[in-house]
């Protein structure tokens, strides 16, 4: 493990019609896996801010940041302490894959499971009572 200091980062944990809106990493940490649009928070930027801004730098979408769902830890190379907030769709439209990102879409819940998801993802989104265990 690195001497580095633990990172704040964010998550959005968006619902609509059914569906979450889920991205692609296209950069480590979890390169090629599917997770929530998210990242870390920027010096002097609140956190509901940042919740708004990855989602838009992500996916093009606009979002009003909500509550504060969860809080999921990342220990590794790198340690980063994620806090997944749910995430309001402003507009509905279809998201567009960002720069850091391969790619974004909505994904309908039952598939999720379907999909490979960064560590813990499934797990973690069933004990906060957004996806149900099958």
């Known amino acids: 493990m690195s001497d580095n200091k633990p990172r704040v980062a964010v998550g959005a ?4 019609e059914g569906s979450l809106l889920m991205v692609k990493r296209g950069t480590d940490p979890g390169k090629g896996l599917w997770t929530v649009p998210g990242g870390s928070l920027e ?3 609140y956190i509901k ?3 708004v801004r990855e989602v838009r730098e ?21 340690h980063y302490v994620i806090l997944d907030h749910l995430a309001t769709l402003s507009e509905s439209g279809e998201p567009i894959a960002g720069d850091d990102v391969e790619e974004a879409a909505w994904v309908p819940l039952d598939e999720i499971v379907t999909l490979e998801c960064t560590p813990r993802f499934v797990e973690t989104l ?3 009572g957004i996806l149900t265990s099958t």
């Open 58 to 78: 992500e996916t093009g979408l606009e979002v009003r940041s909500d509550e504060l769902l969860g809080i999921f830890e990342v220990v590794g190379d790198d």
């Open 13 to 16: 944990i968006v619902l609509h």
């Open 126 to 128: 069933t004990a906060w």
């Open 43 to 45: 010096p002097g930027e």
């Open 49 to 51: 801010d940042a919740v």
